[in-house]
């Protein structure tokens, strides 16, 4: 009798396992629409969490970039101004690097030599860890630790009481000292003993400052870098500040914005100005501040109209002055006279007396005299004021009031006039844009999560987030097992019936993976684009237009393809438990009547 | 073996069929002291006590037995669903117990065909899919499934109905499309356990019809377990099954006679 051959079922090819699924999944879409609600779920607050961390990150270096310029204007009128503090000249000393230009300076103004520079800088890093952890514990433990010294003196008053103070560390609970105490008893005594050297360097810094401010005469300091860049180095240099011809044009572009920025400012001293810019910011005159006026002229409309605003105050005070000088005249004119012909001219009614009266200060006083009211007052009146010698004498006392108080108005008026404002309309535009977009830029780098960029975290993620993302994408894994696994159980049947015809235990392993892993690749896509809408509109909401400049698209594009890897990974996982499942099945279950 | 099921087979089959009592055909299945006991917990349950009977090719042989006499376990030991916990199931001359799971996934999907009572069809595809499933087990694939799969739908009466899904066929279609998906790999064995369980008389009486005629013309072995009486009429041999053992094994023509007069008698 023939043996008949029996040979190993051929496996199914991968694409029409596919069909298969995307059929079977069609058919049984609300189970399907489970799975794929959990996956969505996990990869869309992964997606937000990577979106956000990825825009924060972008904008803050976005931001440190774009401040940088400011900021080096901001350390360099730290370093031309004089008096630096100890609590600066530590700062400074802790951050030196060998060979940079802040060791140069600070070994020329001390005259030390780099190993007693090295050592006071060893010496101000462990200075500003002591006061760090003094700041950071609480008040109370502070006040009871150190009473209310700041600063060098807390130092000085731990040469004298050290013993004390190490057993008070002992007891607070909010904080411990960094080191040993014995650590802290060597730093305080080569703290005090290195006293002189700081001097000095404080010393040799200031007169580094006045011997430029001298060189400079009346001039500020910081208008050094509006110069020529050679002579400005070349000036710096010869004083013992070091200057990086590459930092040159950022200072130069810094000082130059703020010294015309700071003229605009000025039009706040001048009185009318402040009225008419206020009406214009819509508020009280004693509340305009610098930020209304920068707002006002930030438009091309608002930079002529201040122009325009200028001219006409110039003007206004122009007239006034020449007024002034006319009524000086008058008012010489007529104290030359004696009393008796200033009766003479008020019985002559002469039209010179009549004129008198447009002098405020002499007008209230005829007004008085008379008893009448000021705005009623007729210019004949002043010849019904003189009549009698006495009255002529006091009128002359008046007059002679008159012209003290207008000389004095006159110089106040010279004084006071506005300098025209040699800037156009488009450069009025650009400082004042440039300087509202550096305080935005200052007030979000205030905001900025002091962790963000430092790359200490995985992926820009803090340790927290870390564990919400593992422990949600858990919960998900869990989701999908439960989900598969009552669809195993409502498909026993089917499954038995496919064994029956011949289904390999990899068929059905392989299929109930792969329908996992399409549910898991139908919920990653909706979830990266709800992850991506939601992390970014976040980021919005911190950062505002800033975060949509700094969209990092290609960063973006690689999380969301790797948020979608991770929603199938994670799927086709879960899977793997009920796809065991349900290969191992007995196909005899297919006979099983329910 | 390429060609359509019609060629090879039947025009042996009936070369064989000619006199089925000589009992000279090929045997197809042969079990020796087919034994299966269940332990559950400290209870062991005998479901097959030693059970040895030949198929022949072409045969058509009923099972009847109680529930609970042990026909559904025969059932799954004949059909390669099951081992037996002693005794051994031939099919084909090809010892079952010495195949690994994938030899047994072939033989699964060539050899034998099985029809269950609640046809199980898979409900999200249509006729013709259903059909051609075992075929893609089998490694045929797209046109040829598709006429084959078609040819068998003829054969089976629902050519018309081919995209039809099974919720929009009655029980007697149904069944008629698992009888269809069960020869498509051209299987030397139909199982069929309670074919007609869930039908009516008349529909019953159809799907009879069907499997006799599959049986007369392909030469396929049909062994069906049943409830059904009617069936007594067109097998070939009835196999009776109680508490584990085969109570009694006929011909046709020898019980034919009783099931005349049982009938008779119910009729006065």
New interface residues.
Partial sequence: ????E?????S?PIR?CVQLCI??I???LFRSAVTVAIVTLAVAFLMTMLSTSYVDREVTEDVRRRTAGRRLHAEWVDRLSPGMSSATLATRLSSVRPGSNAEKELLGWGGLSSKELAELSALAARKMEYEAFLTEIDPGDRSALVGTREGDEIFEYLRTDLDGFLEKTGNIRSGSLPGTGEELRVFVKDFARTKPLRERILTGHAQAVSGLAEEMKDVPLMSIFLGEQAEAIAKLARHGFLLDSADFSTLQREADIQADAEKILALLAEGRMRGVMARRAKVKVQDITPKHVLKIVSSKRGARWIREEVEATRKSTTKKIQQTKQQLTLLAELLKLGEQEILDLAAKKAPKLAELLQITQIRQAVAGQLGEKEYDLKPEQIFDAVGGLEKATWLKGQMQAARDRLSLNRRGLEEGQLQPLLLTEERIVEVAETWREQESLARVEAALPAETGTGRQWLGFSSRTGWLIIISFVVCAVGVTNAMLMSVTERF??IA?????????S?IMISFVLESSLQGLAGGLVGVVIGFVLGTLRSCWGFGLLAVMNLPVMLLLASAGACLVAGMVLAAMAALYPAWVAARL???E??R?? | MANTPDDSKPRQAPADAVDPRQGERPVIIRTINLKKSYEMGQVVTHALRGIGVEIARGEFLCVMGPSGSGKSTFFNMVGGLDSPTSGRVFIDEVDVAQLNAVELAFLRCRKIGYIFQSYNLVQYMTALENVTVPMAFAGVGGDEARDRGMGLLDTVGLKDRWFHKPIEMSGGQQQRVAIARAMSNNPQILLCDEPTGNLDLKTGGEIHALLKGLNEQRGVSVICATHDHRLIDIADRIMWIRDGTVERLAERSEVVVETGAIEGKENE
């Fill in positions: 009798m023939k043996k008949t029996v040979r190993d079922q051929v199914l029409r059929r079977g069609r058919y049984r049947r089917e019936t496919m064994k029956c015809l011949g289904a390999l235990d068929f007995a196909p005899m297919a006979m009547i329910e």
